[in-house]
């Protein structure tokens, strides 16, 4: 049988590693600089190793020597940078004239798979949608090194719930492999003539209910945050299954929200339950940072919910100083199921 070891770096809690586990990977090693993922990554991943460290540091040498790779094992790398530098905001701080050293990360990467004496057999790279717009230098000289390398490459912007995610996630895919002429990106699954999408109530109807402020002594994560009174009235007053904060009375209108074109017009909106959800952000359980009211419970989402809309199971446990700490794990990780669709059409499984 074929042996494919796996590298994730920035892995953050591990979504791109539990679907690369998924899809048959043995996932030897996980780097981020930030170490409050660790608890979550190594409970939830057991085999694999955390490194908390900065990727700048690191040389392809080091990297090899960690996870002991051998010479009839394949090798997947993952890399999810940080997606900051390529946000819209960024991109116009750029033509200003301003630097963000994190754009440089992508570098490394590139750093790391030159100086690697076995090249990876694959690579596989998530970002958002606007790391390859507007001329990026960095993705650019990224892209050149592998066409130097001699990686087949292929790439593009992607909706999660096309493949069977639960939510609406527009995220840029980038895939290279050794040793081939042709790649493509796998055929979407669901949507406008395929399957239907999956929704917010196929994945976390079922939980048991909970109250603003409660915790689930059953479902690991299942916990949300307390609400005020005056926002306990405000998520009250919206229409169940999507409702929108349209509804509010004139003294539970937000200042800023004085004229209702202003503003984000999701926040303090419910989620459908026949629809997919929006974005899970780092925000997901706050109700003044999106549509992440709970579809009838008078609450934002769990953790927990959040968690099942990005696929994770609910075996899989966030650790944290607090809800928000696990809420950032939740939103900054890879919807699994999207990894492993995009892993197993790379590796050919």
């Given at each position: 049988m074929r042996k494919i070891v796996g590298v994730d770096l920035f892995c953050g809690a591990g979504g791109v590693t539990l679907g690369m586990?998924?899809?048959?990977?043995?996932?030897?090693?996980?780097?981020d600089k930030n170490n409050g993922f660790q608890k979550t990554y190594e409970f939830n991943n057991p085999g694999a190793?955390?490194?908390?460290?900065?990727?700048t540091k690191i040389t392809g040498n080091e990297l090899l020597a960690l996870i002991d790779l051998k010479s009839d094992e394949e090798f997947v790398l993952s890399s999810c940078a940080p997606c900051q530098p390529f946000s819209t905001q960024n991109r116009k701080n750029v033509l200003r004239g301003y630097e963000d050293d994190r754009s440089n990360l992508l570098s490394?990467?590139?750093?790391?798979?030159?100086?690697?004496?076995?090249?990876?057999?694959?690579?596989?790279?998530?970002?958002?949608?606007?790391?390859?717009?507007?001329?990026?230098?960095?993705?650019?000289?990224?892209?050149?090194?592998?066409?130097?390398?001699?990686y087949t490459c292929v790439s593009g912007v992607v909706d999660a719930a096309d493949y069977g995610v639960p939510q609406h996630r527009k995220r840029f895919i980038f895939m290279g492999k050794k040793e081939t002429t042709h790649m493509s990106l796998p055929d979407s699954t669901h949507g406008h003539n395929k399957e239907s999408y999956k929704t917010v109530g196929n994945?976390?109807?079922?939980?048991?209910?909970?109250?603003?402020?409660?915790k689930s002594e059953v479902i690991p994560n299942h916990t949300c945050r307390n609400l005020s009174d005056l926002?306990?009235?405000?998520?009250?007053?919206?229409?169940?299954?999507?409702?929108?904060?349209?509804?509010?009375?004139?003294?539970?209108?937000?200042?800023?929200?004085k004229n209702k074109y202003l503003g984000h017009k999701d926040v303090y909106g419910r989620l459908a339950w026949d629809k997919p959800a929006p974005t899970i952000t780092t925000k997901c359980v706050c109700l003044s940072?999106?549509?992440?009211?709970?579809?009838?419970?008078?609450?934002?989402?769990?953790?927990?919910?959040?968690?099942?809309?990005q696929t994770f199971p609910d075996s899989y446990v966030f650790f944290g100083t607090g809800i928000s700490s696990q809420a950032a794990q939740v939103g900054n990780a890879v919807p699994v199921h999207l990894a492993t669709v995009f892993v197993r059409h790379l590796i050919g499984k």
């Open positions: 586990r998924t899809a048959g990977i043995d996932v030897r090693l996980g780097i190793r955390f490194l908390a460290a900065d990727i490394h990467v590139s750093r790391i798979i030159e100086e690697l004496k076995r090249k990876p057999d694959y690579i596989f790279i998530e970002n958002v949608p606007g790391v390859n717009d507007g001329g990026h230098l960095v993705f650019d000289r990224f892209h050149d090194v592998l066409y130097r390398l001699k994945f976390i109807k079922d939980l048991p209910a909970i109250q603003a402020g409660e926002n306990l009235r405000r998520i009250r007053s919206v229409p169940k299954d999507g409702g929108s904060r349209n509804s509010f009375a004139k003294e539970l209108v937000l200042k800023c929200h940072n999106g549509r992440f009211g709970h579809p009838t419970q008078d609450r934002a989402i769990s953790v927990r919910e959040a968690a099942r809309l």
